[in-house]
């Protein structure tokens, strides 16, 4: 009766030992779901302020060139507004260099993706050195065939007035064609330089916003919002500079601005919607990742260094004023520095 009394109360005790397990293991994981679902609202919240933040700093910065021709101080042909290209010239180059080509090297060089043949030859500068060249040659190649096409037409054009008028008057049309071809190329290359720096920034941009989108850390997140919000404004003034120069027709201006404007925010939706399924250490990934991006930054270091700054500086209007040489340089390194602060808010 003893033995029995006592089994009996042995198994009531581990019963009830087991039952408070249970419990407790229950109220563990419940917490731990809690926990789970606060990171992904806390996450999902700082996403959509960093969509909403950029989009607002993209739009101001890129509208700020469009909107200000009528404005004196802002006008193209003021000093000023050279040295506001300078800036964003800077901005673009640093972009390039300090944002966008160390992550090429480091993403192309991780461990995930394999020694050979990745870490056997520099791929990212090789690239990056072919993307700013074939960027500079795909632009001669467009420049020149619009050119010799209209060298053809003034000489017909010039051959036949010769056949009708006299020789004053032939000479005076010759002028006038001459003038407004001169025109119509600038204008051509302005056109060709807008929409291949809009490419270069729509590659990294859209990088960028699905790894902010697939990140789960708030910790990461947060840092971030403030120091792309500042990038794509900046970026969005060099955009629109090259924009207005380019004298679009406004509903073309319009659709290249929402293009700007939205891409960044794309870029985040596309990361929150694969967030559960990306696996951004798999080798194909990071190859993908890494030749965008080094492509992305041979295309902004060429068109900051050869259409944006060596196109300014060597301009009749900065050679013959010293003081705007002056000014231009020290904004040209101001965009910069202040570009590369900004790296470090993201490695933070």
Same mark, same amino acid.
């Given at each position: 009766?003893?033995?029995?009394?006592?089994?009996?109360?042995?198994?009531?005790?581990?019963?009830?030992?087991?039952?408070?397990?249970?419990?407790?293991?229950?109220?563990?994981?419940?917490?731990?779901?809690?926990?789970?679902?606060?990171?992904? =609202?806390?996450? !999902?919240?700082?996403?959509?302020?960093?969509?909403?933040?950029?989009?607002?700093?993209?739009?101001?910065?890129?509208?700020?060139?469009?909107?200000?021709?009528?404005?004196?101080?802002?006008?193209?042909?003021?000093?000023?507004? =050279?040295?506001?290209?300078?800036?964003?010239?800077?901005?673009?180059?640093?972009?390039?260099?300090?944002?966008?080509?160390?992550?090429?090297?480091?993403?192309?060089?991780?461990?995930?993706?394999?020694?050979?043949?990745?870490?056997?030859?520099?791929?990212?500068? =090789? $690239?990056?050195?072919?993307?700013?060249?074939?960027?500079?040659?795909?632009?001669?190649?467009? /420049?020149?065939?619009?050119?010799?096409?209209?060298? *053809? *037409?003034?000489?017909?054009?010039?051959?036949?007035?010769?056949?009708?008028?006299?020789?004053?008057?032939?000479?005076?049309?010759?002028?006038?064609?001459?003038?407004?071809?001169?025109?119509? @190329?600038?204008?051509?290359?302005?056109?060709?330089?807008?929409?291949?720096?809009?490419?270069?920034?729509?590659?990294?941009?859209?990088?960028?916003?699905?790894? !902010?989108?697939?990140?789960?850390?708030?910790? @990461?997140?947060?840092?971030?919002?403030? $120091?792309?919000?500042?990038?794509?404004?900046?970026?969005?003034?060099? !955009?629109?500079?090259?924009?207005?120069?380019?004298?679009? *027709?406004?509903? #073309?201006?319009?659709?290249?601005?929402?293009?700007?404007?939205?891409?960044?925010?794309?870029?985040?939706?596309?990361?929150? %919607?694969?967030?559960?399924?990306?696996?951004?250490?798999?080798?194909?990934?990071?190859?993908?990742?890494?030749?965008?991006?080094?492509?992305?930054? %041979? $295309?902004?270091?060429?068109?900051?260094?050869?259409?944006?700054?060596? @196109?300014?500086? /060597?301009? @009749? #209007?900065?050679?013959?004023?010293?003081?705007?040489?002056?000014?231009?340089?020290?904004?040209?390194?101001?965009? /910069?520095?202040?570009?590369?602060?900004?790296? !470090?808010?993201?490695?933070?």
């Amino acid at each position: 009766m003893i033995k029995f009394a006592t089994r009996k109360f042995m198994t009531i005790s581990i019963i009830i030992l087991l039952q408070q397990n249970l419990v407790c293991s229950k109220c563990s994981c419940e917490n731990e779901l809690q926990d789970s679902n606060h990171k992904v =609202f806390e996450t !999902l919240k700082y996403k959509l302020i960093a969509m909403a933040s950029i989009f607002v700093a993209s739009l101001i910065g890129v509208c700020i060139p469009i909107l200000a021709k009528n404005c004196s101080y802002l006008n193209p042909e003021n000093d000023f507004y =050279f040295l506001i290209k300078a800036f964003a010239a800077g901005v673009i180059l640093a972009t390039g260099f300090i944002h966008i080509l160390p992550n090429a090297f480091e993403t192309l060089t991780n461990p995930c993706i394999g020694e050979k043949p990745w870490k056997m030859f520099p791929f990212s500068g =090789f $690239v990056t050195m072919v993307a700013a060249i074939g960027t500079l040659i795909m632009e001669a190649l467009i /420049m020149g065939y619009q050119k010799r096409s209209e060298l *053809k *037409k003034s000489q017909t054009l010039n051959e036949d007035r010769e056949t009708r008028e006299a020789n004053d008057s032939s000479h005076v049309h010759n002028f006038v064609v001459t003038s407004s071809k001169l025109d119509s @190329t600038d204008r051509l290359r302005y056109v060709i330089v807008s929409q291949i720096l809009e490419l270069g920034i729509v590659l990294h941009s859209i990088i960028l916003g699905i790894s !902010l989108g697939v990140s789960k850390s708030s910790k @990461t997140i947060k840092p971030l919002v403030a $120091v792309l919000t500042f990038h794509q404004c900046f970026e969005g003034i060099g !955009l629109g500079g090259c924009i207005t120069q380019a004298q679009f *027709k406004y509903y #073309k201006v319009a659709i290249m601005v929402l293009f700007f404007c939205l891409i960044f925010p794309i870029g985040i939706c596309i990361g929150i %919607g694969i967030s559960n399924t990306y696996n951004e250490s798999s080798s194909k990934s990071l190859i993908v990742e890494g030749i965008l991006l080094s492509a992305s930054a %041979g $295309v902004l270091i060429n068109m900051a260094l050869v259409d944006l700054v060596a @196109t300014d500086f /060597m301009s @009749t #209007k900065m050679l013959r004023s010293f003081r705007l040489q002056v000014g231009s340089s020290l904004a040209l390194f101001v965009g /910069m520095i202040c570009m590369s602060i900004l790296a !470090l808010g993201e490695d933070s």
